[in-house]
């Protein structure tokens, strides 16, 4: 590559190289541009100073006309609409408050329409909706607990082998998985603090899946099934986690569980074991009135449980008839038992075995 080199030209500020080539680098041996003078330096500062004023005014200027075009003032509106009376009066009404009818909806109660509950059984009928009950009036939180707990003892006996559950442990098992499905739909839908509700739907579907498998008898596909359902329950009762998750597009039908006859079976083993027995005497009444209270609020909330949409017959008068009236007992012998009354307690008690002996002429 060949490189020529030039001197600079006369007022410029340094050397440069001319390459004949691709590219050149600049020669340490050319001879530097002469320095400026004061007065190129006089003329240069006057440029820089016009241009700067120039700048400045055409700012300023802008600035200005913004700030013109934003004042309100001098925006041009349209003008504002006139209208006919006489025109108008057939299409709007004067006070439209003066032509409605009924109470105007209060927006703080929503918009009226119901979301579905996941698992809430779907049946028409006038049977209540467990959104609508207030289970937490019917049974406690420590009912509910101690119940569960007094269920997994019961479970330790049905629950053992594959031989015994097969042979006889089945009919017990599929009693207290019922149960135990049904109080975990109470805890599931209980308003207040409750343990265990957080868990409460997934459990409910395991429970209740082990009820219903539990009818066609105890094959070792069920035992298996409810041997895990009650080591759920033990962890439960530990204050573990369930570990399951819960079906969220479940459409649950109480028709595979069928628990009306299981708890009806649950009601009459109790009733004449406890209920009776321990009203039979003040000496009874008073050594066992927590277990009376817990047996009673249980009675109570099967009652309901019985009424609760899609249920045997919850749609049919004269069966919720029967049911209201063993709840009615049932919180009567709870309310006299906290207040230390027997002979309110007894009454109750009759009160609930009228009811039963009535609706099984009709209904099993």
């Given at each position: 590559?060949?490189?020529?080199?030039?001197?600079?030209?006369?007022?410029s500020e340094v050397g440069h190289v001319k390459v004949d080539g691709a590219f050149g680098v600049p020669?340490?041996?050319?001879?530097?541009?002469p320095p400026r003078?004061?007065?190129?330096?006089?003329?240069?500062?006057?440029?820089?100073?016009?241009?700067?004023?120039?700048?400045?005014v055409l700012s300023i200027g802008g600035i200005t006309f913004g700030?013109?075009?934003?004042?309100?003032?001098?925006?041009?509106?349209?003008?504002?609409?006139?209208?006919?009376?006489?025109?108008?009066?057939?299409?709007?009404?004067?006070?439209?408050?003066?032509?409605?009818?009924?109470?105007?909806?209060?927006?703080?109660?929503?918009?009226?329409?119901?979301?579905?509950?996941?698992g809430a059984?779907?049946?028409?009928?006038?049977?209540?909706?467990?959104?609508?009950?207030?289970?937490?009036?019917?049974?406690?939180?420590?009912?509910?607990?101690?119940?569960?707990?007094?269920?997994?003892?019961a479970l330790n006996q049905s629950v053992t082998t594959p031989t015994q559950f097969r042979s006889r442990g089945y009919r017990s098992a599929r009693r207290e998985f019922t149960l135990l499905n049904m109080l975990?739909?109470?805890?599931?839908?209980?308003?207040?603090?409750?343990?265990?509700?957080?868990?409460?739907?997934?459990?409910?579907?395991?429970?209740?899946?082990?009820?219903?498998?539990?009818?066609?008898?105890?094959n070792e596909q069920t035992y298996a099934q409810a041997k895990q359902a009650k080591e759920l329950l033990d962890r439960l009762i530990r204050g573990e986690r369930a570990g399951v998750e819960p079906d969220k597009d479940e459409e649950i039908s109480w028709e595979p569980v069928s628990p009306r006859r299981p708890l009806m079976q649950w009601l009459e083993k109790r009733f004449e074991a406890n209920l009776k027995a321990w009203t039979s005497s003040d000496k009874e009444f008073q050594s066992n009135s927590e277990e009376l209270l817990r047996?009673?609020?249980?009675?109570?909330?099967?009652?309901?449980?019985?009424?609760?949409?899609?249920?045997?017959d919850a749609d049919d008068e004269e069966y919720r008839a029967f049911c209201e009236s063993m709840k009615a007992g049932a919180l009567a012998v709870a309310s006299a038992t906290k207040n230390g009354d027997l002979a309110g307690a007894q009454s109750g008690v009759g009160e609930i075995s009228k009811a039963c002996s009535n609706c099984h002429e009709s209904y099993r």
């Open positions: 590559m060949k490189v020529r080199r030039f001197a600079p030209r006369e007022g020669d340490p041996q050319i001879v530097p541009s003078t004061v007065g190129m330096e006089i003329r240069s500062l006057l440029s820089r100073t016009r241009l700067l004023s120039i700048l400045a700030l013109k075009a934003d004042d309100p003032a001098s925006k041009r509106r349209a003008k504002a609409p006139s209208f006919d009376p006489q025109r108008v009066s057939t299409t709007f009404f004067s006070d439209v408050f003066s032509v409605l009818q009924g109470e105007r909806p209060k927006l703080s109660e929503g918009s009226g329409s119901a979301s579905k509950t996941p059984p779907t049946s028409g009928g006038s049977a209540s909706a467990a959104g609508s009950v207030v289970w937490d009036d019917l049974i406690s939180p420590t009912s509910l607990e101690d119940e569960v707990k007094s269920l997994k003892l975990f739909w109470i805890i599931e839908h209980y308003r207040g603090d409750v343990r265990w509700k957080n868990d409460a739907t997934a459990v409910r579907q395991k429970f209740g899946s082990v009820a219903g498998n539990s009818k066609a008898g105890g047996e009673a609020e249980l009675v109570a909330a099967i009652a309901q449980f019985f009424m609760e949409e899609g249920m045997d």
